[in-house]
């Protein structure tokens, strides 16, 4: 099964780029203490974020060489629960919230944010089951895979923590958060028709 790469990269893109926790405290940090004072705990996340990717890899792949039935069961969950993203993604609003003072977040709360993301979890486990599955009993490519993965979540916390004052102001915007919203809800609509070959 050969990877398909368009609802690859819509699905990774709206997942890590999209308001989450890591994203949100990202720009929350920035904005009270500055870009470069909150790079140890963007280290913290991306590093959590590759051992997790990693992790998740070589389970799905014990998973799938012992239960192969399980394959296609697997890319309906997963579409399912991108249909789940895609509806909350539609609803999103756009809250930062305000913290005071103290200093900023290092290395150890970010990689702790990570491990302990429940949403991590089900984003890996349906990459590396459906999407990323060809590359699961390959050590190298599943290395690289996680590396890259953590690349992109640490360019996600960076762009919203560098422009954290414009990202919040512009998105209390009611009609700019609707176009914004139905754009990703429609590109993760595309990746869960095009993980169970409907497109």
């Not at 005071?100 to 290395?107: A, I, N, T, V």
Request: charged fraction near 5%; charge should be positive; include cysteine.
């Amino acid at each position: 099964m050969a990877i398909n790469f368009l609802p690859l990269l819509s699905y990774v893109f709206i997942c890590t780029f999209t308001p989450g926790p890591s994203n949100i405290t990202s720009t929350s940090l920035a904005l009270l203490h500055g870009y470069r004072n909150t790079l140890w705990y963007q280290g913290g996340l991306a590093v959590g974020v590759f051992i997790f990717m990693w992790l998740t890899g070589l389970v799905s792949a014990a998973l799938l060489q012992l239960f192969p039935v399980l394959e296609p069961f697997l890319r309906y969950v997963g579409a399912a629960y991108i249909l789940y993203l895609a509806y909350h993604v539609a609803r999103a609003t756009y809250v930062f919230a305000d913290q005071e003072g103290g200093k900023p977040l290092g290395f150890t709360h970010g990689f702790l944010l990570q491990i302990l993301n429940p949403k991590l979890f089900f984003y890996a486990l349906t990459l590396f089951a459906t999407f990323l599955a060809p590359i699961t009993g390959n050590m190298i490519w599943l290395t690289l895979a996680a590396f890259l993965l953590a690349a992109v979540s640490f360019g996600a916390t960076s762009v919203w923590a560098l422009f954290g004052t414009t990202i919040k102001r512009y998105l209390h915007v009611p009609r700019l958060q609707f176009v914004i919203n139905l754009i990703l809800a429609l590109s993760l609509l595309y990746a869960a028709l095009a993980l169970i070959e409907l497109v």
